[in-house]
């Protein structure tokens, strides 16, 4: 990492450079966190797909959308280092370089702010526990993944 | 899986058959997605370790406390089918057969309560926002994890 990205980062995220490598990690590390996240997140999305489409049980669904819900708040913008749309963490990186490109800045803001909004929503109407409303927010959530993965993610793995 | 299995694990978390296999995965699946959320915690603890030794940002370590707690809490028991202790997700799972054994049933539910408790104990701590409670308590969520590690995981990735 450049000086003046770590410098960046480190304001950004308001700790020393001294702590700011155990926080961010190497490039491999990011990027398995990344994908570590996201699989917890499918696997929550799953949960509550199966609750929506078969027999509706509450506590599940706000099990599995808490989690969705504190991954989203969870500033995962610090695993995402210039340079690392290349490299392995479980598996090759689908991250396109389009993320990184000053051009798209507004559109990723929008796009990761759309998700924290609607998973934060999903928490509330899954606590609220009415099967309707969660399967309708659920379909909202997956729209607003969906967004980023069609700018910002290989539509293949590469593996 | 074994009829009796899923019958038995169909009571136990609630819910359908057919929605069963939606929620719990093929055996791969429940691996991986172990193996995610396992990192997804790993990287938040590195995230409060970060803080009780440099400079104590609070929302960090809130945003990492509330990752831990939402994912300690997702009952992911679900996720250990019999026979689970061999295959890969990510990789080679290192889950020790002594998990599934009737006679460890009574310290893996100990082990698994006290990390529940002090994960939990973990978020109430963060967002009251003392350095030195967090410090301590990230001591005792750091032993509360060991003590499952040390009993049911194997010690080296076997890759």
């Known amino acids: ?4 990205q770590l410098v960046a980062a480190t304001l950004a995220i308001g700790i020393t450079s001294t702590t700011l490598a155990q926080v961010i ?3 491999e590390d990011q990027i398995r966190w990344r994908q570590s996240a996201y ?13 929506v489409e078969g027999t509706y049980n509450k506590d599940q669904v706000v099990e599995a959308a808490n989690v969705i819900q504190a991954i989203a708040n969870s500033k995962m913008g610090t695993l995402y280092q210039q340079g690392s749309d290349k490299g392995k963490g479980w ?31 999903m928490a509330k109407v899954a606590a609220a526990g009415d099967a309707g409303a969660v399967k309708a927010q ?5 729209e607003a993944c969906k967004a980023c993965h069609d700018k910002f993610r290989q539509e293949d793995d590469k593996k």
Chains 1, 2 share one sequence.
Do not use: C, Y
């Open 1 to 4: 990492m450049k000086l003046k």
């Open 25 to 27: 990690g190497k490039q």
């Open 39 to 51: 699989h917890t997140m499918a696997w929550s999305m799953g949960r509550i797909k199966a609750n």
């Open 91 to 121: 598996k090759e990186t689908r991250l396109k370089a389009e993320f990184f490109k000053p051009e798209n800045k507004d559109e990723l803001g929008k796009v990761a702010g759309g998700f924290n909004k609607e998973a934060n929503e």
């Open 138 to 142: 659920f379909g909202k959530l997956g």
